[in-house]
T-cell receptor
């Protein structure tokens, strides 16, 4: 089945530094990638949608300059949290849609990244 | 804009019993998809079941089945013969019919399974 590998699973960084999260589709071409943020015991909130080779579309209220998304290839998308602050601490999850794989109707999710900014 | 509502923040079921999780949604579209996702403590999102709105027949996947009422905009999940491994957060989700449209999630229901 379709697999999305997300790394790192956990990261602790100092306030003011940047953190990059990677999502790779292992056995399919991810034409679209969705990035979510999830606070404890809450639902997934969509941050942005990216299509391979295009600029990401951000949801209202999401800072484009803080959350940089790159989707330069069909197998890799990255989310960079720039100048991270404690309020950016959260669980980040990617979700990919691809062609020709069982995720035709549903999307395949990465395993998530727990970001802690100290 | 579409919305998804899950009115049960928490549910509990005895092992081997049946439980039903509720979900309602609001949309003006006629074609769309509905999903139930499971998020266990590992936080990995797992697709449980999906339903195409144009299909009248309720989807079934082993012990999981849905009651899809299009007119009422209701999409409940029934888990039969509950197992300890079913304990998780369950999210109902909506997606418009377009190929790359985003998933809209409900607030989730935390299901506990009692031995």
């Amino acid at each position: 089945g379709a697999v999305v590998s997300q790394h790192p699973s956990r990261v602790i960084c100092k306030s003011g530094t940047s953190v990059k999260i990677e999502c790779r589709s292992l056995d399919f071409q991810a034409t679209t990638m969705f990035w979510y943020r999830q606070f404890p015991k809450q639902s997934l909130m969509l941050m942005a949608t990216s299509n391979e080779g295009s600029k990401a579309t951000y949801e209202q209220g999401v800072e484009k300059d803080k959350f940089l998304i790159n989707h330069a290839s069909l197998t890799l998308s990255t989310l960079t949290v720039t100048s991270a602050h404690p309020e950016d601490s959260s669980f980040y999850i990617c979700s990919a849609r691809g062609e020709g794989v069982g995720s035709r109707y549903g999307y395949t999710f990465g395993s998530g990244t727990r970001l802690t900014v100290v | 804009a579409q919305t998804v509502t899950q009115s049960q923040p928490e549910m509990s079921v005895q092992e081997a019993e049946t439980v039903t999780l509720s979900c309602t949604y609001d949309t003006s579209e006629s074609d769309y998809y509905l999903f139930w996702y499971k998020q266990p403590p590992s936080r990995q999102m797992i697709l449980v079941i999906r339903q195409e709105a144009y299909k009248q027949q309720n989807a079934t996947e082993n012990r999981f089945s849905v009651n899809f009422q299009k007119a009422a905009k209701s999409f409940s999940l029934k888990i039969s013969d509950s197992q300890l491994g079913d304990a998780a957060m369950y999210f109902c989700a909506y997606r418009s019919f377009g190929a790359t449209n985003k998933l809209i999630f409900g607030t989730g229901t935390l299901l506990a399974v009692q031995p």
